[in-house]
């Protein structure tokens, strides 16, 4: 198999599953034990925070870590309209294409009250700093723009935006899932006041991720209880899981450089191949995306049974199609980038990983366009554009 | 608890009956592509029995798998059967389909007839 | 070690571990993708179901993965709690000794006006059903009573207040997190409409827990976002972890007989060995009580010394001595029971896990003997009881 | 990231000076068993000096540490210097103690000036 589905989730890392093998093994305690055995324990979880802060360029004591990216983005906005409400502000700035962790959570504030702005992506799906600016007022409490793009895999100008936020005085929230472990991230350098992260993301383990505030913030609790955390994030600390997704961090952290020179020709490659399929399009830019994404919209033809038939030769993808989510649209992000529905359902999303080979990408773009003609070949979308009924979109 | 049953698979990959009818005397077409659903049916109906029928269709695996069954179901049939051809005998016939597919068996119902409805105009 | 802290976490299981390691392996596919390989781990997902909703009598439909016990309690209340509030119902009978995930999550209900009644729990530690029943209102939207207590194990009259709540009309929550895996529990039998549990409490991984709703209850998200567990509980599930909790709790489901029978002739004869230490006294009913579970005061000394002395002598234990904890109030639960502070701070608790030993259990005793009268030795306190200046206590 | 220092715990496991002085000539006892913490400190004080010093504590691993760090670092010395007696030196001596377990190098210092006062009181 051909495991091209890396922004879904990704295989733990041979070092992260030592790390969180031997810890069940030999230090399983409870950190908040006081005997040695419990304390071992509790030495593996702040060295995992240190390990943590240092890979995005923070401090341990601002590491809360998390059962996962969502977690870490509900609780990052809950706490920021928490601490916007105190005084007496209670607007806040997003995206179109954010992550439904955060879309939800906005809608749930909405609900309680909140106004939200959803800025526009543009057809290349990224964010303009200038319109976070304009979009800025006296009552903001928040601004919160994703890393990069879980569908399209478009890196957005997160340093500009949270030097506008600074200069504003707004707290500045970016969902960094798939980003962190895969482009360079700094929380100093970025100027981000709030950041969430995810361990599957990135060769840890699933049911593990963490959320940055920096130093001053106040965060609400999702969960109340123990006084684990700080007290900011209740229930016994899963040291194992967490050290593991430390180790994998670290690991990809280090790896940075050489994983954007192995995958960014391979991903071009492939985008190249599938450029050569009649009325097709990349979805998102093509520059400011990160190594592993590829997107397209194949006209005429919908995602769901491409993927399956990529499957079947052994490619596992991805596609924003509708019937992939049971629901009746097809992806937001495609839908925000000015896709209309007719093309969204035709797409499919690559996200490769650090093993994928030349080879494999031939292998790729050969099995893609061969399946787009073959369902092409009975579609009676397809038949119709190409006899002139209906103008091609794309 | 695989997305699909084998049968669904079967259906999907080895479709029955795909392709354009140059000779139909009926054609029905329903759904549309913002729905990311469009199957269309083509009849060949001789003495009130479906002699041939062709599908194509652009949508998700199941539709791909219910416009086959559907031409599978009828073909051969009397008009008067082919016309009882109800959604639920599509999807039993594929031993089931996911509770948010079942429009899927419900569009090749309709597109069957879309068709006779046509095929019955033109008489 | 003798690792004598069970009731703070427990070892992963060897079955629990090997279904981890191999899920993580071999079955790492996001359960929400469509190509097999993800499908699989839908499949390892729901069968994980299946196992935890048959060890408590469920059905799969009922079980709600969360990433822990405090989750899975806070979900627990905040559902029963938003249900209450629509039909005008804000009035939640608790008891004095719950958890902390329970007690905090009350304490915000109330700030968001719902009105709290914690019932006593003796001096046996256990709820009396009557009062329960007395203590129902016209506008009672809950109760959550825990079904065994986590420092003095005590076992509550689960059924008999589940039956009094559906007479009644009223949602009945349980936080079983110390009774499943460690005694009987049938959701159905026990009258129960919710209840949470957690993974590492019975040898399953940290960072797993699940929530039961009987059907028809509808839960509120404490994390929005994506689909997941029917759209109740966001985040890309963490499929080995799962698994291997459904791994563990039916294998200490399976084995609750000969866990009890081995445990509870050890458990009593600890019980009766500390009893000889004079100025001693048990915590909690020694009928009603958790195969696993010792819990004792010793006048004239305080926990965490108590602790750490045991610890150098390589028995790993707990205290619910406020030293412990970095607050002033030695454990609510003791206080709860009506154990005075001065008391109070010289707590110990024993939870036994199932490679005890009867050798363990002498040199537990000849252990908790030899400090306790160390400690006694040159406390204050102890002298000034010794030489008539106060009176004891116990 | 032990919970102790190796000298706290090296001082909880052999407390230095514990017991108690029968002819000592300033006793002070500070702290009560409510909150889990209670320091004795007996003093045998003669021409200013601190010629012998014991201590009884009812309290948590910092406490009795903290206690027999405290003898350790008076006995002998003048008075003078032993009124000076800070808790932080307590804790320095210690080689620190966590945040929260601050209030136990208070006690020490507080029961050493307790013992002080009442030599001078008997005076
Ligand atoms: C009775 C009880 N409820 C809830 C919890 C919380 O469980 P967890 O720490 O797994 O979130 C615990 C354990 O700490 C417990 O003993
Ligand atoms: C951008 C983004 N945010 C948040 C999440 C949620 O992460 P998790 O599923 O680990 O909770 C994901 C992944 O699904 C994501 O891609």
Redesign the interface.
Known sequence: MIYADNAATTKMSEAAVNTMVSLIGDTYGNPSSLYAFGQKAKEALEKAREEVAEAIGANPREILFTSGGSEADNQALISAAKLGEKKGKKHIISTAFEHHAILHTLKKLEEEGFEVTLLPVHENGIVRPEEVEAAIKEDTALVTVMYANNEIGTIQPIREIGAICRKHGVLFHTDAVQAVGHIKVNVEEDNIDLLSASGHKFHGPKGTGFLYAKKGIKLTNLIEGGAQERGKRAGTENVPGIAAMATALKESVENLDAYAAKLTPIRDKIIAGLKEIPHSAINGDEESRVPSNINFCFEGIEGESLLLLLDDKGIAASSGSACTSGSLDPSHVLLAIGRVHDVAHGSLRLSLGEDITDEDADYIIKSVKDVVEYLRGFSPVWRDLVAGKGNFIL | ???YSEKV?DH??N?RN???LENANGIG?VGN????????MYLKIENDIIEDVK???????S??ASSSMATELIKGKPLEEAKKLTNKAVAEALDGLPD??MHCSVLAQEAIEAAIDDYNSRK
């Open positions: 608890m695989a997305l698979m999907f990959r479709p795909v392709g354009v077409e592509a913002k729905c990311g659903d469009i199957m269309k599908f194509e269709t652009f949508g998700c695996g539709a791909i948010y597919k």
